[in-house]
């Protein structure tokens, strides 16, 4: 399996800044993903973050408010721009990785925001 | 539009029961499906995975199954513990390629009590 390690665990911020989130993987890997935990709800894909190219988002989830860099195979970061209270959410990164079955995907441990 | 349903919300039982955490999904055209668990304030850690021609896979205590035709998948938890307390959640991988998009149910809370 990947092991995956996200910086920071956890934050709280100020309406209106900016948090960069960090995700790194100790195997290369091609499928990186960012998703979004709402407080009291499940998880939705924001992104999958592809090497050498831009971000594919998903429906409701933009560039500008999501910026997304990927600059290596087991490196990448999720921005979280211009924070307002509705973006408190637990950010995770995951990977597809060859596990037990072809692309099995693994979890990092998640970054708790707060915004104030 | 895929949606992936879990039932139930929320289960208590007593140690030492087995027990069904199920999960439904509208579109049967899914490349695989996966259970996690989520402990509170955690990341997810993947329990099982069954790739869409599989019926089932087994893992210590753990037996998930999968009847594609019907977009239903179980998770049998047997000799159930207070450590099996977390939330359960289960997500399919949408799609005939390799997309790598999991959408998710909303998760079944479960309680075991010494």
């Known amino acids: 399996s990947a092991v995956i390690s996200q910086k920071p665990s956890r934050d709280i911020c100020q309406r209106g800044t900016s948090l960069t989130i960090q995700c790194q993987v100790d195997?290369?890997?091609?499928?990186m993903f960012w998703y979004r935990q709402q407080p009291g709800q499940s998880l939705t894909l924001i992104a999958t973050?592809?090497?050498?190219?831009?971000?594919?988002?998903e429906s409701g989830f933009v560039i500008d408010k999501f910026p997304i860099s990927r600059p290596n195979l087991t490196f990448s970061t999720l921005t979280v721009s211009n924070m307002s209270p509705e973006d408190s959410s637990i950010y995770l990164c995951?990977?597809?990785?060859?596990?037990?079955?072809?692309?099995?995907?693994?979890f990092g441990p998640g970054t708790r925001l707060t915004v104030l | 539009k895929q949606e992936v349903t879990q039932i139930p919300a929320a289960l208590s039982v007593p140690e030492g029961e087995n027990l069904v955490l199920n999960c439904s999904f509208t579109?049967?055209?899914?490349?695989?499906l996966q259970w996690f668990r989520q402990d509170p304030g955690k990341g997810l850690t993947s329990l099982l995975l069954?790739?869409?021609?599989?019926r089932e896979q087994t893992s210590g205590r753990l037996n998930a199954s999968l009847d594609k035709s019907s977009g239903r998948s179980t998770l049998y938890i047997a000799a159930s513990q207070p450590g099996d307390s977390a939330t359960y959640l289960c997500?399919?991988?949408?799609?005939?390629?390799?997309?790598?998009?999991?959408?998710f149910g909303q998760g079944t809370t479960l309680q075991v009590k010494p």
């Open positions: 995951s990977v597809a990785h060859r596990g037990r079955g072809y692309n099995e995907q693994f």
């Open positions: 195997s290369q890997v091609t499928m």
């Open positions: 973050a592809n090497q050498g190219s831009e971000a594919t988002y």
């Open positions: 579109d049967s055209a899914i490349y695989n």
């Open positions: 069954i790739q869409s021609s599989q």
């Open positions: 997500a399919v991988h949408h799609g005939s390629g390799n997309t790598g998009k999991l959408i």
